[in-house]
């Protein structure tokens, strides 16, 4: 940043001085020029009030030791007079645009160049009263001559100038950038650095950012170390009987039911590590999966016939009302939605009660109901129950087969999808969850 603030700078200085000299160079030279051509006429004046060719020859000899050729045009155009070369030999001058300005308008001028490059010839014409003309011509330097003898001097002030921009450009840069340095060596308190007013809104946002991979990062932390700790309780279990199995040390009796701890505490290792796998995929925020059009209803009839089964088990009647209900979104997320919800609503019941999932369009919407006359979750717990493994009973969630992962999971699928989560519940009378999504084929109802 310093480097291109430095190089950008030096470039400016550089632009400038180039463009100041060569403005500076065009204005003085039109001075010249102006100079030049007033004194000419100055000459020419005074001459025409000594019309006698006699009494020029005097005048023109002296102004020629000035650098000055006076020329004196008859009429016709023909050349009464010349003070470099020989009058007879020139042409007639009618045609020199100074001339025939002079006649046409009692004065006339012109700049030309003359032979080469390095000098321009000037020129000013009088109209006489015998109706000729008189005109005085001087040589100058050209603007691309005065330009190279000033060459030299110029490179010189340029190169001291660039010299003199480029250390102002460094301390510049060096002092424009200390505040933004001093910020990044004390990230905690910018203010203690005298910052500027634009980078506040800057810091702001790196702070936030830093503040929530730090967030993030705990978070990470934690769960990993639940994870593990949820890992061990079954696979403790499944050492223990194997290695009881394996010593000859299970009374025969016992092999079968060991057997079935072992394959229930498997059981649990693998839908933990399903779901941990589901969470880490769910987090990828980048990864979007292809879109479709999908029948939450049909979604939810297919969910509560799987469920019908482990439902009878708990003595709870489970339903579904509603009707055809088109969203947006990828199948499995969908699937995995209703079945967490429904699946809790089941579990977290008594026996007798029921379980009644609606799903159906509201206007430009369609809502997923799930609702319970089960234990309902105390108000202290309801904020945290969508929390990576937070349980309200911990002993009533594993002995029903929960990993405390599943409302995670649906938090991140109603993120996902855009969608809008809410929860009713009371102890005892049982609980409401509902999500809200856009309908997918967004005509009204
Ligand atoms: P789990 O696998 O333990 O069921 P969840 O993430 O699905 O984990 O739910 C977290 C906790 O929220 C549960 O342990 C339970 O205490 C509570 N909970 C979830 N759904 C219900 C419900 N329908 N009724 C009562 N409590 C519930």
Redesign the pocket.
């Known amino acids: 940043m310093k480097k291109k603030i430095n190089l950008q700078m030096a470039a400016i200085a550089v632009i400038a001085i180039a463009a100041t000299l060569l403005l500076v160079s065009a204005v003085c030279y039109d001075l010249l020029r102006t100079q030049i051509l007033n004194d000419l006429r100055t000459y020419a004046h005074l001459l025409k009030s000594r019309e006698a060719v006699e009494d020029m020859r005097d005048r023109a000899y002296d102004f020629g030791k000035d650098g000055l050729r006076v020329t004196v045009v008859a009429k016709d155009g023909g050349i009464v007079y010349e003070s470099d070369a020989d009058a007879e030999k020139m042409t007639n001058h009618s045609g020199r645009p100074e001339i025939e300005q002079a006649f046409s308008e009692g004065e006339g001028q012109a700049v030309r160049r003359s032979g080469t490059l390095q000098k321009n010839a000037f020129y000013f014409a009088v109209r006489t009263q015998d109706g000729g003309v008189i005109r005085v011509s001087r040589e100058a330097d050209s603007i691309w001559s005065i330009f190279a003898g000033a060459l030299p001097a110029i490179l010189g002030i340029t190169a001291l100038l660039v010299l003199l921009c480029t250390a102002i450009a460094h301390f510049l840069t060096k002092s424009l950038i200390a505040p933004v340095e001093k910020i990044a060596q004390n990230m905690d308190h910018p203010e203690e650095n005298g910052i500027y007013e634009e980078l506040v809104p800057f810091i702001a946002t790196i702070k936030k950012q830093h503040e929530d991979i730090l967030r993030n990062a705990g978070m990470r932390q934690e769960f990993t170390a639940n994870v593990s700790h949820e890992l061990k309780t079954p696979l403790t279990a499944i050492s223990g009987y194997s290695e009881l199995i394996e010593n000859g040390m299970a009374p025969e009796e016992d092999v079968t039911r060991f057997a079935g701890e072992i394959h229930r505490n498997a059981d649990r290792l693998l839908t933990l590590i399903n779901d941990v796998i589901r969470l880490s995929e769910l987090d990828v925020t980048d990864r979007e999966e292809p879109l479709e059009v999908i029948d939450l209803y049909e979604i939810a009839e297919t969910c509560v016939s799987m469920l019908q089964i482990s439902a009878e088990n708990h003595g709870v009647t489970l339903r579904l009302q509603g009707s055809e209900s088109p969203v947006s979104s990828e199948k499995q997320m969908l699937e995995e939605l209703v079945y967490?919800l429904c699946d809790?609503?089941i579990?977290?019941n008594n026996k007798g009660g029921s379980v009644t999932v609606y799903v159906r369009p509201e206007k430009d919407r369609v809502a997923l109901t799930v609702e319970?006359t089960?234990?309902?979750?105390p108000k202290e717990?309801q904020e945290r129950?969508?929390e990576r493994f937070?349980?309200?009973?911990k002993s009533?969630?594993k002995s029903t087969g929960?990993?405390?992962?599943?409302?995670?999971i649906v938090k991140h699928i109603v993120a996902k999808n855009h969608a809008e989560m809410t929860l009713e519940?009371e102890v005892a009378k049982g609980?409401k969850?509902r999500v809200v999504f856009a309908r997918a084929d967004g005509c009204q109802e």
């Open positions: 967490n809790n609503a579990r977290y319970d089960g234990i309902g979750i717990h129950i969508f937070y349980r309200v009973d009533r969630s929960g990993t405390g992962l599943g409302l995670a519940s609980t969850i």
